[in-house]
């Protein structure tokens, strides 16, 4: 591995831990003490059948075994699929997979997560200046896939123009030479621009590692979007009292675990990284759900889900969340596999990556009624 990509992993690495520390804080934070005058105005109805603290604390600690196990087998399964020539990164059947975990990802952002932040920023718990007045939901959605993209390209342009003062090897469209190649040192800036002797000069930066390093980056961005969803909805799931609720989101959670590991999983695959770092991945995706609802029940007593603090804090993380998600999920999975060589190729293929895309999509998005 070079020495550009090695600092790259760093930074990201880095950049990843620090957000991941801010998300825990800020759902800490939202675990404000109950004041009177916030109960009795936004109060949820303590009463009905479905109102059972201790029927749904016994759900609360079935849906952390179950929640993990799927969260587990979905992320790590691809992690072992490359003994088994059928669900290598290069057959047909992975990237069937991948694309149906890709489809899964697209409805948890647009069915499940955005619903969820335009609930808690348009909640009447919330004054109608400015909160009812603005569309903040899809505006901090829209503002959070920008962000994802300036991350995502600035990332590659500084290893590319890392790679560029190193020296590497690039392409002549219009070569003389008959093979195409040149080496860098050998051109003169106005070449490199595609002037002079009428050649139009396409740089490579090393093409290999910067298709790992793109994958790289996908997977950290990928996986800090997915975690920001599950420390919130495990924090919900924990808090509850209505155990019809939580009945319901034990098996669309399970689900959404599965699909969605799978997803992050193949994109872990893809990025090659060392054993402990795909531990390390894993372990976070495994336990965040989890660990939200852990969390969620130990400050049962103190959380308020519907104060003004939470409803906030909540509707944000969801919204900032949903736009990752869907940019990752559009831009970095699914097109990048529709546009890439191997689909463009076989129309066949690419139909039925069409429609196995579309039916995570449509599951998940049934899912939608009880998650």
């Known amino acids: 591995m070079s020495v550009q990509i090695r600092r790259a992993l760093r930074a990201s690495t880095f950049l990843l831990l620090s957000m991941l520390s801010l998300v825990m804080s800020l759902a800490f934070v939202a675990a404000e003490a109950k004041s009177e005058d916030e109960a009795a105005k936004c109060a949820t109805a303590a009463t009905g059948k479905c109102i059972n603290k201790a029927k749904a604390l016994k759900l609360n600690y079935i849906a952390i075994g179950c929640i993990l196990v799927a969260s587990m087998v979905g992320v790590s399964l691809p992690l072992f699929t490359r003994s088994v020539p059928a669900l290598h990164p290069d057959k047909d059947v992975f990237l069937l997979v991948k694309c149906f975990a890709s489809g899964v990802i697209i409805a948890t952002?647009?069915?499940?997560?955005?619903?969820?932040?335009?609930?808690?920023?348009?909640?009447?718990?919330?004054?109608?200046?400015?909160?009812?007045?603005?569309?903040?939901?899809?505006?901090?959605?829209?503002?959070?896939?920008?962000?994802?993209?300036?991350?995502?390209?600035?990332?590659?342009?500084?290893?590319?123009?890392?790679?560029?003062?190193?020296?590497?090897?690039?392409?002549?469209?219009?070569?003389?030479d008959g093979n195409g190649k040149v080496d860098h040192a050998d051109l003169a800036s106005d070449?490199?621009?595609?002037?002079?002797?009428?050649?139009?000069?396409?740089?490579?930066?090393?093409?290999?590692?910067?298709?790992?390093?793109?994958?790289?980056?996908?997977?950290?961005?990928?996986?800090l979007g997915i975690v920001v969803h599950s420390v919130v909805i495990g924090l919900s799931m924990g808090s509850s009292d209505d155990f019809c609720a939580i009945r319901g989101l034990v098996a669309a959670m399970c689900f959404h675990q599965l699909f969605e590991g799978m997803g992050l999983g193949g994109c872990i695959l893809q990025a090659e990284y060392s054993l402990r770092i795909k531990a390390i991945m894993v372990f976070f995706f495994s336990v965040t759900t989890p660990g939200g609802i852990i969390m969620g029940i130990l400050l049962q007593s103190v959380y308020e889900e519907n104060s003004p603090t939470a409803l906030i804090v909540v509707g944000v993380l969801n919204a900032v969340s949903a736009g990752l998600l869907i940019y990752m999920a559009l831009v970095d999975l699914l097109a990048a596999e529709f546009k890439g060589s191997k689909l463009q190729r076989n129309m066949k293929l690419q139909l039925c990556s069409y429609g196995v895309a579309l039916l995570g999509t449509g599951i998940m998005s049934l899912m939608a009624k009880w998650a």
């Open 109 to 176: 952002g647009f069915m499940h997560v955005m619903p969820d932040s335009w609930n808690d920023l348009t909640s009447p718990c919330l004054p109608e200046t400015p909160w009812r007045a603005f569309p903040f939901t899809p505006f901090i959605s829209m503002v959070s896939a920008y962000l994802t993209m300036m991350m995502d390209t600035f990332a590659m342009a500084f290893y590319g123009k890392s790679l560029s003062k190193q020296g590497t090897s690039i392409t002549v469209t219009n070569g003389a």
């Open 191 to 223: 070449q490199l621009h595609g002037r002079g002797h009428g050649h139009i000069v396409q740089i490579l930066f090393g093409d290999k590692e910067t298709a790992l390093l793109k994958n790289r980056v996908v997977a950290q961005v990928l996986e």
